[in-house]
């Protein structure tokens, strides 16, 4: 299977306007509390499907990590496992290296993009649980996302998973309405709730600032889950899903 030709998006001017630039990275990290209660389901997803014992002294990649949130929520949980956390951003894996100092012994951090297959070559070794959050969604073109499941199971041990916490399509777009305002609805009745009737999400979202970095490709459910089996992996399922926003992934037998 040939991939297909792509130009890394490190290199395009949009990319460096929001990726690249600390000051963007800065309000992104700042925003979306209003979405916490969903993120933590998706989050708690994760670490419950990560096979090995908790005691277990196991290794961690997280792609498309961002400052590494999910891998810190994976060794605050498992105190012997170590991460390593790439990403294409430079901005983001300083605030990363700065937010998670005092995991600096447990953690590290490579700068790569997952847009072509020779990031692989800049990890060393193979790993327990490849994990990632909300960022392959983004991995859309000439099939990209189909790849990276294949290069993701090169660099696993036998026993190992893959969990991608993440959002999809739906299918049509009256469903894709119906889940928009399914989500907005809990998260407005949460928000409520949480604030003793003083805000709502409307007024959560007008405070919160804007981050917006280009369209979304994500993809649909059942085409990832078929990528997963055709790599090799088994037990392929999405194991949580709330309206787009699922936790899907398989493991190495």
């Known amino acids: 299977m040939a991939e297909s030709d792509s130009v890394s998006s490190v290199t395009d001017a949009s990319w460096q306007q929001t990726w690249g630039s600390q000051e963007f990275i800065e309000r992104w990290a700042s925003k979306g509390g209003w979405q916490a209660p969903i993120r933590e389901a998706q989050t708690a997803m994760v670490l419950r499907m990560i096979p090995q014992p908790l005691d277990a002294a196991i290794r961690i ?33 300083k605030l990363g290296k700065e937010r998670n100092a005092d995991l600096r012994d447990r953690m590290s951090f490579i700068q790569a993009s997952l847009e072509a297959p020779d990031w692989v070559s800049s990890v060393d ?37 893959f969990i991608n916490a993440d959002n999809v399509r739906a299918p049509t777009k009256e469903l894709s309405q119906r889940y928009r305002s399914a989500r907005e609805g809990y998260l407005d009745r949460f928000i409520r709730q949480s ?39 088994v037990d392929v399922d999405c194991f949580w899903k709330f309206a787009t926003t699922v936790v899907y992934g398989g493991f190495k037998s």
């Open 61 to 93: 990649l997280d792609i498309g990590a961002g400052y590494g949130a999910l891998a810190v929520a994976v060794l605050i949980e498992r105190l012997n496992a170590t991460a390593v956390c790439l990403d294409a951003s430079e901005a983001m894996l």
């Open 195 to 233: 604030s003793d009737g003083k805000t709502n999400l409307a007024e959560v979202r007008a405070a919160t600032p804007s981050t917006f970095h280009g369209p979304h490709n994500n993809g649909y459910l059942d085409e990832e889950l078929a990528w997963l089996k055709e790599v090799g992996f």
């Open 125 to 161: 070794g193979s790993f327990d649980a490849v994990i990632s959050a909300r960022a392959l969604h983004h991995f859309t073109a000439n099939q990209r996302r189909r790849f990276i499941f294949q290069e993701v199971f090169g660099l696993m041990r036998a026993g190992g998973c």
